[in-house]
Nanobody, 123 residues
Framework: QVQLVESGGGLVQAGGSLRLSCAAS????????MGWFRQAPGKEREFVAA???????FYEDSVKGRFTISRDNAKNTVYLQMNSLKPEDTAVYYC?????????????????WGQGTQVTVSS
């Protein structure tokens, strides 16, 4: 069983930045694709960004140019750097692991999920 622990959420003003981290408890982290998803109040959880085991990245259109996903395999950690934050980015952010290794948008393809971290952007 793989545990994913997110950190780095908080309250920030519009235009500010946050960096989320997700630490994985597995020795095979480098073989996984990792994704970030978010769920705003009253809405379904949605894809934000993903990175394959080879480092290929994918982004949801609304975050392109503002968010950057990266990974440090030596630390078993994936990051989400969020810049130019907007109030509509307010949500609980979840990281997820896909043991198949492909960066994908489909939530059902991910095998493990973290508990989430709250990001609140004030206007």
């Amino acid at each position: 069983q793989v545990q994913l622990v997110e950190s780095g959420g908080g309250l920030v003003q519009a235009g500010g930045s946050l960096r989320l981290s997700c630490a994985a408890s597995t020795r095979t982290f480098s073989s996984y694709a990792m994704g970030w998803f978010r769920q705003a109040p009253g809405k379904e959880r949605e894809f934000v960004a993903a990175i394959s085991r080879s480092g290929i990245t994918f982004y949801e259109d609304s975050v392109k140019g503002r968010f950057t996903i990266s990974r440090d395999n030596a630390k078993n950690t994936v990051y989400l750097q969020m810049n130019s934050l907007k109030p509509e980015d307010t949500a609980v952010y979840y990281c997820a692991a896909d043991t198949a290794g492909w960066a994908i948008r489909t939530q059902a393809r991910y095998d493990y999920w973290g508990q989430g971290t709250q990001v609140t952007v004030s206007s």
